[in-house]
């Protein structure tokens, strides 16, 4: 079963850290983007970083400067480091990730979201 699998969320006071890890398991050929987005409260989910397979990186312009996406190819996992975290990034986070799933007779790309990880930033 292929899946994605999310860690690092948690509470954490503002101006403090927080790491995110997202891991891709099962029969998995390749691995193309790969993404961050939150969801706050009441709000629609936005992205907040991507990833191309060849490291190319985008940020959202709430983040830039603060929050550092990158990937390790060799263990299917994406990252975010997120750094002077502020109560506006409280939010549920989401990894996405375009997996190249491998069966008997083909290979075919399939968009996976994570479960979601809480991220909750106190003032």
């Known amino acids: 079963q292929v899946q994605l699998v999310e860690s690092g969320g948690g509470l954490v006071q503002a101006g403090g850290s927080l790491r995110l890890s997202c891991a891709a398991s099962?029969?998995?050929?390749?691995?193309?983007?790969m993404g961050w987005y939150r969801q706050a409260p009441g709000k629609q989910r936005e992205v907040v970083a991507t990833?191309?397979?060849?490291?190319?990186?985008n940020y959202a312009d709430s983040v830039k400067g603060r929050f550092t996406i990158s990937r390790d190819n060799a263990k299917n996992t994406v990252y975010l480091q997120m750094n002077s975290l502020k109560p506006e990034d409280t939010a549920v986070y989401y990894c996405?990730?375009?997996?190249?799933?491998?069966?008997?007779?083909?290979?075919?790309?399939?968009?996976?979201w994570g479960q979601g990880t809480q991220v909750t930033v106190s003032s």
């Open positions: 990833i191309t397979s060849s490291g190319s990186t």
């Open positions: 099962g029969s998995i050929d390749s691995i193309n983007g």
């Open positions: 996405n990730a375009a997996l190249v799933v491998k069966t008997i007779t083909q290979l075919t790309e399939y968009n996976y």
